[in-house]
């Protein structure tokens, strides 16, 4: 049986292969970085009430505790009020300002093999969770950003509270210890930032929250803040705001910086480096989220 039908259409199809031939490609000889270096557009400008902050976890082994201190005989402490810096201590926190210039006892604690090595990955298995990770984030004025501090979900978390008067405890379930914060840019260039302990625990729900006049359906967990051991601190760009746990590591400080790794013998300080704002009052003053 014939299908001369069939050699029509198959014509054109050989026609067109013919034509077309081979080509080789070739490796172009420019690279991104270079086009993007040249190129005549303006780079873009960040958001004007945007600050960008880089967080940065140090890791201390238990022997250097000795150098720690001297790390904080260094750093201002004062910029928080004796009150504030009272309960912090109840608790287990320390929190103060590191200056762009930084101390020769800090960057030798940077310098440490904790701060240039993974031990997870030494060991062949990458430690893959996001919040024990140096990383920039880019916060408008007052929104939510957060730091995870535990190093996983935590079955049950006992939390000792102390004061001058009272010694309490919390149980939580499924905790995990973060910290929030939120950027306010300043006309004089600086950036107020505020810093508030949390402990995220429970089940995800969904629930309504309010945001800028309309109701959002957010999915998150129980969240139990502390705002009496809230921390607020004005920081121009390049200096920082350095928080950690006493040298004992008491109740919450101890759970947020000690007792939130694997290896139990390395204490963690979080820094908050303020590395630019493009805030510019002359036009937007009244723009601006304020606390």
């Not at 762009?100 to 893959?128: H, I, M």
Request: one cysteine or more; hydrophobic letters at 35%.
């Amino acid at each position: 049986m014939r299908f001369p039908h069939l050699r029509i259409l198959l014509l054109p199809l050989l026609t067109t292969w013919s034509l077309c031939g081979c080509h080789v490609l070739k490796t172009p000889q420019w690279s991104l970085e270079e086009k993007v270096e040249n190129s005549p557009l303006t780079t873009p400008r960040i958001a004007s009430d945007s600050v960008v902050i880089e967080v940065t976890f140090i890791r201390v082994p238990s022997e250097e505790d000795g150098l720690m201190e001297t790390v904080w005989q260094d750093i201002d402490e004062t910029h928080v009020d004796s009150d504030l810096r009272s309960r912090l201590a109840e608790n287990g926190f320390r929190c103060g300002k590191l200056p762009n210039a930084l101390p020769a006892s800090f960057e030798q604690l940077l310098s440490g093999d904790k701060n240039v090595t993974d031990p997870k990955a030494q060991a062949g298995s990458l430690n893959l969770n996001l919040g024990l990770q140096n990383r920039r984030l880019q916060c408008n004025a007052g929104s939510e950003n957060h730091v995870v501090l535990s190093d996983s979900v935590i079955d049950e978390l006992v939390i000792i509270h102390s004061d001058e008067q009272y010694t309490s405890a919390e149980r939580f379930q499924q905790a995990q210890c973060q910290l929030e914060f939120r950027t306010y840019p300043q006309a004089d260039g600086s950036v107020k930032i505020e810093v508030i302990p949390q402990i995220h625990h429970g089940n995800a729900k969904s629930q309504f929250k309010g945001h800028d006049g309309a109701w959002l359906l957010k999915t998150e967990r129980n969240i139990q803040e502390y705002t009496n051991l809230l921390v607020d601190a004005s920081l121009q760009p390049g200096e920082s705001l350095l928080l950690s746990c006493v040298e004992s590591a008491p109740g919450l400080g101890g759970h947020f910086f000690s007792q939130n790794d694997d290896d139990q013998e390395v204490q963690h300080m979080l820094r908050l480096r303020v590395l630019h704002t493009q805030y510019d009052d002359l036009f937007q003053a009244s723009d601006i989220a304020q606390p």
